[in-house]
């Protein structure tokens, strides 16, 4: 973007995905002076193959990309079949060696949803709180076998997904007992026995924000550090 505008740019993003996680409703701001014309398409021909810019518009003065959000909207993908992943989808649906029990892993993330503290699940930022609200966890099975994890919540801490995912298919593939995953929202660090599910699974799907009016409030409570009560 720098390059194009021949500007200093700094991007604030909704979402800081771990290396190798897709995201297809990425939101990020920048503060500029003024939008050249075809600045979408000038952006497409300078960025690489894998990234595009899909739509470009002026926002309210008190938005933020980050601290505005409502929630994040996270799919994450793996198909136990046999015979593996379609080869069209390998770079984003992770093949599963075992079989996963479709009733036993909504069974234990109905266990983690509401507001807790997911540090067993979570790399530990200096500074930082683990405190979140897990708004949805649901998996469902497509016709072609997939099995898809819908994840939402306030806002995430580093690897959460991944870790929540990791212990759910432990559950799933019969290691872990049902109620497992959600003993460990007592845990006071991060736990050794959760597994980092591979990051190529995962994707950003979508980033929530309340009407113009709330934005700057929405802010200001997001940016105060949780604390649990």
Avoid: I
């Avoid at 897709?22 to 952006?43: I, K, M, N, Y």
């Avoid at 993908?77 to 996963?100: E, G, H, K, Q, Y």
């Amino acid at each position: 973007m720098s390059m194009v505008l021949r500007q200093d740019v700094r991007l604030t993003v909704a979402g800081r995905t771990d290396a190798g996680v897709h995201a297809s409703g990425q939101v990020a701001h920048c503060d500029l002076a003024g939008v050249p014309d075809g600045f979408r398409e000038r952006l497409a021909r300078a960025l690489p193959a894998d990234v595009r810019v899909l739509d470009v518009r002026p926002a309210p003065a008190a938005f933020d990309a980050r601290f505005s959000a409502l929630r994040r909207h996270y799919v994450y993908r793996v198909c136990d079949r046999p015979w593996a992943a379609d080869p069209l989808r390998r770079n984003d649906t992770v093949s599963w060696p075992r079989a996963l029990d479709l009733v036993a892993l909504n069974e234990a993330a109905a266990g983690l949803l509401g507001e807790h503290d997911f540090v067993a699940f979570c790399k530990r930022r200096e500074g930082a709180t683990t405190l979140r609200e897990l708004q949805r966890l649901a998996w469902t099975r497509a016709d072609d076998g997939v099995l898809s994890a819908a994840v939402s919540a306030d806002a995430f801490c580093h690897s959460m997904v991944r870790s929540l995912v990791g212990a759910l298919l432990a559950v799933g593939e019969g290691r872990k007992p049902v109620g497992w995953p959600s003993t460990l929202l007592t845990a006071a660090s991060r736990s050794s026995e959760v597994t980092v599910a591979p990051a190529h699974g995962l994707a950003l799907t979508g980033v929530d924000y309340p009407p113009d009016a709330e934005l700057a409030a929405r802010a200001e409570l997001t940016r105060n550090v949780r604390v649990k009560h």
